[in-house]
Protein backbone atom coordinates (compact mmCIF):
# COMPACT_ATOMS: atom_id res chain seq x y z
CA UNK A 1 0.00 0.00 0.00
CA UNK A 2 1.20 3.21 -1.18
CA UNK A 3 2.12 5.74 2.16
CA UNK A 4 -0.16 8.29 2.16
CA UNK A 5 0.80 11.46 4.37
CA UNK A 6 -1.58 14.43 3.45
CA UNK A 7 -4.37 13.12 1.49
CA UNK A 8 -6.82 10.38 3.47
CA UNK A 9 -10.01 8.32 2.01
CA UNK A 10 -12.69 7.59 4.48
CA UNK A 11 -16.13 5.83 4.07
CA UNK A 12 -19.05 7.39 5.93
CA UNK A 13 -22.27 6.65 5.99
CA UNK A 14 -23.31 9.30 3.38
CA UNK A 15 -20.00 8.47 0.91
CA UNK A 16 -16.95 8.74 0.12
CA UNK A 17 -14.77 11.50 1.61
CA UNK A 18 -11.07 12.59 0.47
CA UNK A 19 -9.40 14.59 3.02
CA UNK A 20 -6.51 16.83 1.80
CA UNK A 21 -3.68 18.25 4.64
CA UNK A 22 -4.76 22.02 4.71
CA UNK A 23 -1.08 22.86 5.64
CA UNK A 24 0.94 21.89 2.40
CA UNK A 25 0.64 22.97 -1.49
CA UNK A 26 -2.22 21.47 -3.73
CA UNK A 27 0.66 19.82 -6.06
CA UNK A 28 1.48 17.75 -3.06
CA UNK A 29 -2.06 16.80 -2.50
CA UNK A 30 -2.44 16.20 -6.53
CA UNK A 31 1.03 14.10 -6.97
CA UNK A 32 -0.30 11.87 -3.82
CA UNK A 33 -3.93 11.13 -5.00
CA UNK A 34 -2.75 10.42 -8.24
CA UNK A 35 -0.31 7.60 -6.91
CA UNK A 36 -3.15 6.68 -4.81
CA UNK A 37 -5.82 6.33 -8.02
CA UNK A 38 -3.10 4.62 -10.07
CA UNK A 39 -3.22 2.05 -7.49
CA UNK A 40 -6.79 1.42 -5.93
CA UNK A 41 -8.15 2.08 -9.62
CA UNK A 42 -10.44 -0.83 -8.94
CA UNK A 43 -11.64 -0.09 -5.81
CA UNK A 44 -12.87 3.60 -6.24
CA UNK A 45 -14.14 3.04 -10.06
CA UNK A 46 -17.58 4.71 -10.73
CA UNK A 47 -17.18 5.77 -7.70
CA UNK A 48 -18.56 9.34 -6.31
CA UNK A 49 -16.13 11.56 -3.51
CA UNK A 50 -16.69 14.79 -1.62
CA UNK A 51 -13.66 16.46 -0.54
CA UNK A 52 -12.29 18.17 2.42
CA UNK A 53 -9.36 20.39 2.89
CA UNK A 54 -10.49 22.49 6.56
CA UNK A 55 -10.45 25.78 5.79
CA UNK A 56 -7.46 26.11 2.74
CA UNK A 57 -9.33 27.24 -0.51
CA UNK A 58 -7.86 26.22 -3.92
CA UNK A 59 -7.65 28.50 -7.20
CA UNK A 60 -9.41 27.67 -10.21
CA UNK A 61 -7.30 25.40 -12.20
CA UNK A 62 -6.36 23.75 -9.14
CA UNK A 63 -9.79 22.80 -9.04
CA UNK A 64 -9.93 21.71 -12.31
CA UNK A 65 -7.29 19.49 -12.11
CA UNK A 66 -8.52 17.64 -9.52
CA UNK A 67 -12.00 17.24 -11.46
CA UNK A 68 -9.62 16.13 -14.74
CA UNK A 69 -7.47 13.74 -12.48
CA UNK A 70 -10.84 12.09 -10.98
CA UNK A 71 -12.12 11.75 -14.33
CA UNK A 72 -8.80 10.04 -15.56
CA UNK A 73 -10.19 7.19 -12.74
CA UNK A 74 -14.34 7.49 -13.76
CA UNK A 75 -13.86 8.98 -9.89
CA UNK A 76 -16.88 11.72 -9.62
CA UNK A 77 -16.44 15.05 -7.45
CA UNK A 78 -19.98 15.19 -6.00
CA UNK A 79 -18.66 18.42 -3.86
CA UNK A 80 -16.85 20.05 -0.92
CA UNK A 81 -17.84 19.61 2.39
CA UNK A 82 -17.44 22.20 5.39
CA UNK A 83 -15.63 21.77 8.49
CA UNK A 84 -19.03 21.43 10.30
CA UNK A 85 -19.76 18.49 8.56
CA UNK A 86 -16.63 16.62 8.85
CA UNK A 87 -17.64 14.10 11.97
CA UNK A 88 -20.23 10.95 12.84
CA UNK A 89 -19.70 6.96 13.15
CA UNK A 90 -17.61 6.30 10.77
CA UNK A 91 -15.04 3.91 9.14
CA UNK A 92 -11.50 5.21 8.06
CA UNK A 93 -9.96 2.53 5.22
CA UNK A 94 -6.65 4.29 5.32
CA UNK A 95 -5.55 3.31 8.93
CA UNK A 96 -2.37 4.86 8.43
CA UNK A 97 -3.87 8.43 7.87
CA UNK A 98 -4.64 11.01 10.97
CA UNK A 99 -7.78 12.41 10.14
CA UNK A 100 -9.11 15.90 10.67
CA UNK A 101 -10.81 15.44 14.35
CA UNK A 102 -7.78 13.33 15.34
CA UNK A 103 -5.63 15.35 17.90
CA UNK A 104 -2.11 15.10 19.39
CA UNK A 105 -1.88 12.07 21.72
CA UNK A 106 -4.33 10.03 19.59
CA UNK A 107 -3.91 6.88 17.34
CA UNK A 108 -5.78 5.00 15.32
CA UNK A 109 -6.03 1.70 13.54
CA UNK A 110 -7.20 -2.14 13.30
CA UNK A 111 -6.87 -3.59 16.24
CA UNK A 112 -6.80 -7.07 17.98
CA UNK A 113 -8.79 -7.86 20.84
CA UNK A 114 -7.30 -11.08 22.90
CA UNK A 115 -10.00 -12.22 25.17
CA UNK A 116 -8.15 -14.33 27.38
CA UNK A 117 -4.23 -14.96 29.36
CA UNK A 118 -1.64 -15.95 26.63
CA UNK A 119 -0.22 -18.63 28.16
CA UNK A 120 3.49 -20.06 27.26
CA UNK A 121 4.35 -21.30 24.05
CA UNK A 122 1.46 -19.18 22.28
CA UNK A 123 2.08 -16.66 19.36
CA UNK A 124 0.24 -13.60 18.71
CA UNK A 125 1.36 -11.84 15.44
CA UNK A 126 -1.00 -8.87 13.94
CA UNK A 127 -0.41 -6.10 11.66
CA UNK A 128 -2.04 -3.11 13.76
CA UNK A 129 -2.98 -2.77 17.29
CA UNK A 130 -2.67 -5.86 20.03
CA UNK A 131 -5.04 -5.43 23.11
CA UNK A 132 -4.95 -8.39 25.46
CA UNK A 133 -7.91 -8.61 28.26
CA UNK A 134 -5.47 -10.77 30.27
CA UNK A 135 -2.02 -11.57 31.04
CA UNK A 136 0.98 -12.48 28.58
CA UNK A 137 2.66 -15.76 30.36
CA UNK A 138 6.18 -16.30 30.10
CA UNK A 139 7.07 -18.47 27.32
CA UNK A 140 4.25 -16.77 25.11
CA UNK A 141 5.10 -13.66 22.68
CA UNK A 142 3.16 -10.97 20.72
CA UNK A 143 4.56 -9.19 17.32
CA UNK A 144 2.21 -6.26 16.59
CA UNK A 145 2.87 -3.78 14.06
CA UNK A 146 1.31 -1.31 15.92
CA UNK A 147 1.15 -1.01 19.89
CA UNK A 148 0.67 -3.66 22.40
CA UNK A 149 -1.78 -2.92 25.42
CA UNK A 150 -1.57 -5.62 28.14
CA UNK A 151 -4.53 -5.51 31.36
CA UNK A 152 -2.92 -7.65 33.18
CA UNK A 153 0.70 -8.67 33.40
CA UNK A 154 2.96 -8.78 31.01
CA UNK A 155 5.94 -11.40 31.62
CA UNK A 156 6.58 -12.89 28.35
CA UNK A 157 8.09 -11.08 25.24
CA UNK A 158 6.09 -7.92 23.51
CA UNK A 159 7.62 -6.29 20.05
CA UNK A 160 5.25 -3.22 19.16
CA UNK A 161 6.12 -1.45 15.99
CA UNK A 162 7.41 -4.43 14.40
CA UNK A 163 7.39 -3.28 10.89
CA UNK A 164 9.18 -0.44 11.53
CA UNK A 165 7.75 2.06 13.61
CA UNK A 166 9.49 3.53 16.40
CA UNK A 167 6.24 5.74 17.51
CA UNK A 168 4.71 2.44 18.36
CA UNK A 169 4.30 1.83 22.41
CA UNK A 170 3.85 -1.29 24.73
CA UNK A 171 1.85 -0.52 28.14
CA UNK A 172 0.69 -2.89 30.54
CA UNK A 173 -0.98 -3.36 33.89
CA UNK A 174 2.04 -4.94 35.11
CA UNK A 175 5.08 -4.54 32.86
CA UNK A 176 7.57 -7.29 33.70
CA UNK A 177 8.63 -8.59 30.06
CA UNK A 178 11.41 -10.91 29.82
CA UNK A 179 12.18 -8.84 26.59
CA UNK A 180 10.63 -5.86 25.51
CA UNK A 181 11.12 -4.51 21.44
CA UNK A 182 9.90 -1.62 20.25
CA UNK A 183 10.90 -1.17 16.35
CA UNK A 184 14.28 -2.12 16.02
CA UNK A 185 14.88 -1.24 19.81
CA UNK A 186 15.39 -3.96 22.29
CA UNK A 187 15.00 -4.22 26.16
CA UNK A 188 15.84 -6.87 28.20
CA UNK A 189 14.52 -7.73 31.98
CA UNK A 190 16.52 -6.29 34.53
CA UNK A 191 18.19 -9.26 36.05
CA UNK A 192 17.12 -8.05 39.73
CA UNK A 193 13.66 -8.21 41.41
CA UNK A 194 11.71 -5.17 40.59
CA UNK A 195 8.70 -3.92 43.01
CA UNK A 196 5.61 -3.59 41.52
CA UNK A 197 4.61 -0.18 40.53
CA UNK A 198 1.24 -0.44 38.55
CA UNK A 199 0.53 0.89 34.88
CA UNK A 200 3.31 1.63 33.22
CA UNK A 201 4.54 2.29 28.89
CA UNK A 202 7.62 1.85 26.86
CA UNK A 203 8.45 4.07 24.43
CA UNK A 204 11.59 5.07 22.62
CA UNK A 205 12.34 8.36 23.49
CA UNK A 206 15.56 10.39 21.61
CA UNK A 207 16.13 6.52 20.36
CA UNK A 208 16.43 4.92 23.50
CA UNK A 209 13.80 2.69 25.06
CA UNK A 210 12.18 4.18 28.13
CA UNK A 211 9.82 2.32 30.76
CA UNK A 212 7.49 5.18 32.72
CA UNK A 213 4.53 4.63 34.82
CA UNK A 214 1.22 5.68 33.31
CA UNK A 215 -0.36 7.96 35.78
CA UNK A 216 -3.34 9.96 35.18
CA UNK A 217 -1.40 13.33 35.32
CA UNK A 218 0.51 11.83 32.31
CA UNK A 219 -2.93 11.58 30.53
CA UNK A 220 -3.97 14.42 31.01
CA UNK A 221 -1.14 16.27 29.67
CA UNK A 222 -1.44 14.53 26.52
CA UNK A 223 -4.72 14.77 26.13
CA UNK A 224 -4.77 18.04 26.22
CA UNK B 1 -20.80 -42.87 36.15
CA UNK B 2 -17.56 -42.68 37.22
CA UNK B 3 -14.94 -39.98 36.56
CA UNK B 4 -11.64 -39.84 34.69
CA UNK B 5 -9.45 -37.65 36.00
CA UNK B 6 -6.15 -36.90 33.74
CA UNK B 7 -2.66 -36.44 35.74
CA UNK B 8 -0.27 -33.95 33.73
CA UNK B 9 2.65 -31.62 34.06
CA UNK B 10 4.71 -30.92 30.94
CA UNK B 11 7.97 -31.05 32.30
CA UNK B 12 9.41 -34.85 33.27
CA UNK B 13 9.75 -36.18 36.85
CA UNK B 14 8.08 -33.58 39.05
CA UNK B 15 5.96 -35.88 40.66
CA UNK B 16 2.75 -36.92 38.16
CA UNK B 17 3.27 -40.74 39.15
CA UNK B 18 3.71 -39.93 42.53
CA UNK B 19 0.24 -38.13 42.65
CA UNK B 20 -1.44 -40.54 40.48
CA UNK B 21 -0.29 -43.23 42.58
CA UNK B 22 -1.65 -41.75 46.09
CA UNK B 23 -4.75 -39.97 44.64
CA UNK B 24 -5.21 -43.31 43.84
CA UNK B 25 -4.69 -45.29 46.45
CA UNK B 26 -6.22 -42.20 48.85
CA UNK B 27 -9.73 -42.63 46.87
CA UNK B 28 -9.68 -46.57 47.28
CA UNK B 29 -8.83 -45.89 51.06
CA UNK B 30 -12.47 -44.26 51.14
CA UNK B 31 -14.14 -46.80 49.70
CA UNK B 32 -14.19 -45.93 45.75
CA UNK B 33 -13.90 -47.85 42.76
CA UNK B 34 -10.38 -46.97 41.23
CA UNK B 35 -8.61 -47.62 38.60
CA UNK B 36 -4.95 -45.90 37.83
CA UNK B 37 -4.02 -45.90 34.35
CA UNK B 38 -0.31 -45.33 33.31
CA UNK B 39 -0.21 -44.09 29.65
CA UNK B 40 3.60 -43.55 29.93
CA UNK B 41 4.19 -46.25 27.05
CA UNK B 42 7.57 -47.44 26.68
CA UNK B 43 8.58 -46.16 30.34
CA UNK B 44 6.26 -47.74 32.24
CA UNK B 45 6.43 -47.02 36.16
CA UNK B 46 3.47 -46.38 38.13
CA UNK B 47 3.66 -50.31 38.44
CA UNK B 48 6.64 -49.80 40.39
CA UNK B 49 5.62 -47.37 42.12
CA UNK B 50 2.37 -49.57 43.29
CA UNK B 51 4.43 -52.82 43.88
CA UNK B 52 2.57 -54.73 41.28
CA UNK B 53 5.01 -54.71 38.58
CA UNK B 54 5.30 -59.23 38.83
CA UNK B 55 1.95 -59.24 37.97
CA UNK B 56 1.85 -57.65 34.76
CA UNK B 57 0.22 -60.26 32.19
CA UNK B 58 -1.32 -57.76 29.66
CA UNK B 59 -1.26 -53.85 29.09
CA UNK B 60 -2.89 -50.72 28.16
CA UNK B 61 -1.99 -51.81 24.19
CA UNK B 62 -3.42 -55.44 24.56
CA UNK B 63 -6.73 -53.57 25.89
CA UNK B 64 -6.73 -50.56 22.85
CA UNK B 65 -5.93 -53.17 20.05
CA UNK B 66 -8.14 -55.82 21.10
CA UNK B 67 -5.32 -58.73 22.11
CA UNK B 68 -7.10 -58.85 25.44
CA UNK B 69 -10.66 -57.53 27.13
CA UNK B 70 -10.09 -54.75 29.75
CA UNK B 71 -10.73 -57.52 32.58
CA UNK B 72 -8.13 -59.51 31.87
CA UNK B 73 -5.43 -56.80 31.88
CA UNK B 74 -6.49 -55.47 34.70
CA UNK B 75 -4.55 -55.95 38.15
CA UNK B 76 -6.14 -55.94 41.06
CA UNK B 77 -3.88 -53.95 44.29
CA UNK B 78 -2.13 -56.25 46.73
CA UNK B 79 -4.04 -53.81 49.96
CA UNK B 80 -7.19 -52.63 48.45
CA UNK B 81 -10.09 -54.80 46.48
CA UNK B 82 -11.24 -51.95 44.75
CA UNK B 83 -8.21 -50.64 43.16
CA UNK B 84 -6.93 -51.59 40.16
CA UNK B 85 -3.82 -50.97 37.65
CA UNK B 86 -4.37 -50.84 34.21
CA UNK B 87 -0.45 -50.80 33.08
CA UNK B 88 1.61 -48.81 30.12
CA UNK B 89 3.26 -51.20 27.14
CA UNK B 90 6.67 -51.14 27.81
CA UNK B 91 7.84 -52.58 24.29
CA UNK B 92 5.86 -50.23 22.51
CA UNK B 93 5.88 -47.02 21.98
CA UNK B 94 3.37 -43.86 22.42
CA UNK B 95 1.53 -44.15 18.59
CA UNK B 96 0.40 -47.36 19.70
CA UNK B 97 -2.44 -45.96 20.95
CA UNK B 98 -4.76 -43.25 19.55
CA UNK B 99 -6.83 -40.24 21.03
CA UNK B 100 -10.24 -42.12 19.78
CA UNK B 101 -9.11 -45.52 21.32
CA UNK B 102 -8.52 -43.54 24.40
CA UNK B 103 -12.05 -42.35 24.30
CA UNK B 104 -13.30 -45.43 23.97
CA UNK B 105 -11.50 -46.98 27.29
CA UNK B 106 -12.80 -43.90 29.01
CA UNK B 107 -16.05 -44.65 28.48
CA UNK B 108 -15.54 -48.21 29.62
CA UNK B 109 -13.74 -46.92 32.70
CA UNK B 110 -16.22 -44.38 33.37
CA UNK B 111 -18.94 -46.83 33.20
CA UNK B 112 -17.09 -49.35 35.46
CA UNK B 113 -15.74 -47.27 38.42
CA UNK B 114 -15.75 -44.37 40.68
CA UNK B 115 -12.57 -42.65 39.37
CA UNK B 116 -10.32 -43.26 36.95
CA UNK B 117 -6.64 -41.77 37.21
CA UNK B 118 -4.58 -41.25 34.38
CA UNK B 119 -0.94 -41.15 34.56
CA UNK B 120 0.43 -38.64 31.89
CA UNK B 121 3.65 -39.28 30.39
CA UNK B 122 5.70 -35.87 29.95
CA UNK B 123 5.78 -33.33 27.29
CA UNK B 124 2.79 -31.82 24.55
CA UNK B 125 3.41 -35.17 21.99
CA UNK B 126 0.87 -37.75 21.02
CA UNK B 127 1.22 -39.56 24.84
CA UNK B 128 -0.15 -36.45 26.19
CA UNK B 129 -2.54 -36.15 23.41
CA UNK B 130 -3.58 -39.83 24.36
CA UNK B 131 -4.13 -39.41 28.31
CA UNK B 132 -5.93 -36.26 27.85
CA UNK B 133 -8.31 -37.54 25.05
CA UNK B 134 -11.26 -39.06 27.49
CA UNK B 135 -10.20 -37.10 30.97
CA UNK B 136 -13.31 -34.90 32.33
CA UNK B 137 -10.95 -33.03 34.46
CA UNK B 138 -7.19 -32.05 34.78
CA UNK B 139 -4.89 -31.78 37.43
CA UNK B 140 -1.65 -30.08 36.60
CA UNK B 141 1.86 -31.06 38.76
CA UNK B 142 4.61 -28.52 38.87
CA UNK B 143 7.14 -27.71 41.24
CA UNK B 144 8.30 -24.56 42.29
CA UNK B 145 10.97 -23.70 39.76
CA UNK B 146 10.73 -21.18 36.70
CA UNK B 147 11.27 -24.23 34.32
CA UNK B 148 8.33 -26.59 35.94
CA UNK B 149 5.88 -23.84 35.60
CA UNK B 150 6.93 -22.30 32.54
CA UNK B 151 5.86 -26.10 30.53
CA UNK B 152 2.49 -25.87 33.56
CA UNK B 153 1.66 -23.03 31.79
CA UNK B 154 2.17 -24.28 28.39
CA UNK B 155 -0.06 -27.84 29.48
CA UNK B 156 -3.00 -25.63 30.70
CA UNK B 157 -2.81 -23.78 27.67
CA UNK B 158 -3.06 -26.86 26.00
CA UNK B 159 -5.83 -28.13 28.27
CA UNK B 160 -8.05 -24.92 27.77
CA UNK B 161 -8.07 -25.36 23.49
CA UNK B 162 -9.61 -28.75 24.40
CA UNK B 163 -12.31 -29.24 26.56
CA UNK B 164 -10.68 -29.30 29.38
CA UNK B 165 -10.31 -25.89 31.17
CA UNK B 166 -10.61 -25.59 34.65
CA UNK B 167 -7.31 -27.89 35.39
CA UNK B 168 -6.20 -27.62 38.80
CA UNK B 169 -3.31 -27.27 40.83
CA UNK B 170 -0.81 -29.37 42.89
CA UNK B 171 2.84 -27.31 43.82
CA UNK B 172 5.01 -30.47 44.88
CA UNK B 173 8.26 -30.76 46.48
CA UNK B 174 7.84 -27.51 48.85
CA UNK B 175 10.94 -27.22 50.70
CA UNK B 176 10.17 -24.48 53.57
CA UNK B 177 13.20 -23.67 54.26
CA UNK B 178 14.02 -22.62 51.01
CA UNK B 179 10.90 -20.63 50.90
CA UNK B 180 11.83 -19.04 54.09
CA UNK B 181 15.32 -17.75 52.36
CA UNK B 182 13.82 -16.70 49.48
CA UNK B 183 15.40 -19.18 47.57
CA UNK B 184 12.72 -21.19 45.58
CA UNK B 185 10.52 -19.68 43.12
CA UNK B 186 8.34 -17.50 44.51
CA UNK B 187 5.08 -19.34 45.23
CA UNK B 188 2.66 -16.54 45.21
CA UNK B 189 4.38 -15.60 41.57
CA UNK B 190 3.82 -18.91 40.35
CA UNK B 191 0.14 -18.32 41.66
CA UNK B 192 -0.27 -15.48 39.80
CA UNK B 193 1.13 -17.07 36.26
CA UNK B 194 -0.83 -20.09 36.26
CA UNK B 195 -4.26 -18.07 37.82
CA UNK B 196 -6.15 -21.85 38.16
CA UNK B 197 -7.08 -23.13 41.18
CA UNK B 198 -4.90 -25.13 43.85
CA UNK B 199 -5.59 -28.52 44.47
CA UNK B 200 -2.82 -28.99 47.18
CA UNK B 201 0.97 -28.54 48.47
CA UNK B 202 2.90 -31.52 48.58
CA UNK B 203 6.38 -30.31 50.53
CA UNK B 204 9.57 -32.20 49.93
CA UNK B 205 9.65 -35.54 51.84
CA UNK B 206 12.43 -38.36 51.85
CA UNK B 207 9.25 -40.51 52.79
CA UNK B 208 8.30 -40.43 49.07
CA UNK B 209 11.36 -42.52 48.28
CA UNK B 210 11.60 -45.24 50.52
CA UNK B 211 7.91 -45.41 49.59
CA UNK B 212 8.51 -45.69 45.98
CA UNK B 213 11.03 -48.30 46.72
CA UNK B 214 8.91 -50.57 48.89
CA UNK B 215 6.11 -50.18 46.29
CA UNK B 216 3.78 -48.54 49.17
CA UNK B 217 1.96 -45.07 48.07
CA UNK B 218 2.60 -42.65 50.91
CA UNK B 219 -0.90 -41.69 51.50
CA UNK B 220 -1.00 -44.65 53.38
CA UNK B 221 2.02 -43.73 56.49
CA UNK B 222 0.69 -42.11 58.84
CA UNK B 223 3.55 -40.05 59.84
CA UNK B 224 4.49 -38.96 56.32
CA UNK B 225 3.89 -35.23 55.69
CA UNK B 226 3.75 -35.69 51.64
CA UNK B 227 1.12 -38.52 52.63
CA UNK B 228 -0.35 -36.10 54.49
CA UNK B 229 -1.13 -33.90 51.93
CA UNK B 230 -2.19 -36.74 49.12
CA UNK B 231 -4.93 -37.27 52.20
CA UNK B 232 -6.21 -33.44 51.47
CA UNK B 233 -5.51 -33.68 47.99
CA UNK B 234 -8.01 -36.90 48.31
CA UNK B 235 -10.67 -35.23 50.11
CA UNK B 236 -10.77 -32.11 48.10
CA UNK B 237 -11.06 -34.06 44.82
CA UNK B 238 -14.52 -35.05 45.99
CA UNK B 239 -15.34 -31.88 46.75
CA UNK B 240 -14.74 -31.35 50.32
CA UNK B 241 -13.49 -27.90 51.85
CA UNK B 242 -10.28 -29.28 53.72
CA UNK B 243 -8.06 -26.60 55.84
CA UNK B 244 -4.18 -26.22 54.16
CA UNK B 245 -2.00 -28.59 56.78
CA UNK B 246 0.93 -26.46 58.62
CA UNK B 247 3.52 -26.39 55.72
CA UNK B 248 5.83 -24.74 58.40
CA UNK B 249 6.11 -21.39 55.76
CA UNK B 250 5.35 -17.71 56.11
CA UNK B 251 1.81 -16.85 57.09
CA UNK B 252 1.42 -14.38 53.99
CA UNK B 253 1.85 -17.32 51.66
CA UNK B 254 -0.36 -19.51 53.87
CA UNK B 255 -3.39 -17.38 53.55
CA UNK B 256 -2.27 -16.98 50.43
CA UNK B 257 -2.67 -20.34 49.53
CA UNK B 258 -5.36 -20.35 51.96
CA UNK B 259 -7.65 -18.27 49.62
CA UNK B 260 -6.67 -20.70 46.42
CA UNK B 261 -8.14 -22.95 47.79
CA UNK B 262 -11.16 -21.36 49.05
CA UNK B 263 -10.64 -21.23 52.27
CA UNK B 264 -11.06 -18.25 54.55
N1 LIG C 1 7.19 -34.65 47.35
C1 LIG C 1 8.28 -35.35 47.02
N2 LIG C 1 9.32 -35.45 47.86
C2 LIG C 1 10.43 -36.14 47.51
N3 LIG C 1 10.59 -36.78 46.35
C3 LIG C 1 9.59 -36.72 45.46
C4 LIG C 1 8.38 -36.00 45.74
N4 LIG C 1 7.56 -36.13 44.66
C5 LIG C 1 8.22 -36.88 43.75
N5 LIG C 1 9.43 -37.25 44.22
C6 LIG C 1 10.43 -38.07 43.52
O1 LIG C 1 10.69 -37.46 42.26
C7 LIG C 1 10.90 -38.43 41.27
C8 LIG C 1 9.96 -38.21 40.10
O2 LIG C 1 8.62 -38.41 40.53
P1 LIG C 1 7.54 -39.04 39.57
O3 LIG C 1 8.04 -40.30 38.97
O4 LIG C 1 6.27 -39.09 40.32
O5 LIG C 1 7.48 -37.91 38.47
P2 LIG C 1 6.77 -37.98 37.05
O6 LIG C 1 6.25 -36.61 36.81
O7 LIG C 1 5.82 -39.09 36.98
O8 LIG C 1 8.01 -38.28 36.11
P3 LIG C 1 7.98 -38.69 34.55
O9 LIG C 1 7.75 -37.41 33.81
O10 LIG C 1 9.33 -39.25 34.30
O11 LIG C 1 6.87 -39.68 34.38
C9 LIG C 1 10.69 -39.77 41.92
O12 LIG C 1 11.94 -40.32 42.25
C10 LIG C 1 9.93 -39.44 43.18
O13 LIG C 1 10.20 -40.34 44.23
MG1 LIG D 1 5.71 -40.73 35.52
Partial sequence: MTRMEHIALKGTRDGLILYFDPGVEFSVVLEELTRYLRESTEFLRGASVRCFAGEKGYADEELRALTTLLGEYEVELAGWLKPEEVYAGSVVLNPKESPPWQEEGMAEGPCLFVDRTLRSGHSVQYEGHVVVLGDVNPGAEIVAGGNIVVLGTLRGVAHAGATGDRGASVSAGHLRPTQLRIADRVARAPDEEVEAVGPEIARIKNGQLFVERLTGTMWRSSLR | ?264
Fill in chain 2, 1 to 264: MGEVIVVTSGKGGVGKTTTTANLGTGLATAGQKVVLVDTDIGLRNLDVVMGLENRIVYDIVDVTSGNCRLRQALIKDKRFENLYLLPAAQTKDKTAVSPEQMKVLSEELRNDFDYAIIDCPAGIEQGFKNAVAGADRAVVVTTPEMSAVRDADRIIGLLEASELSNPRLIINRIRPLMVKHGDMMDMADILDILAIELLGVVPEDESIIVSTNKGEPAVLDRGSKAGEAYRRITRRIRGEQVALMNLDIPDGLMSKFKKLLGLH
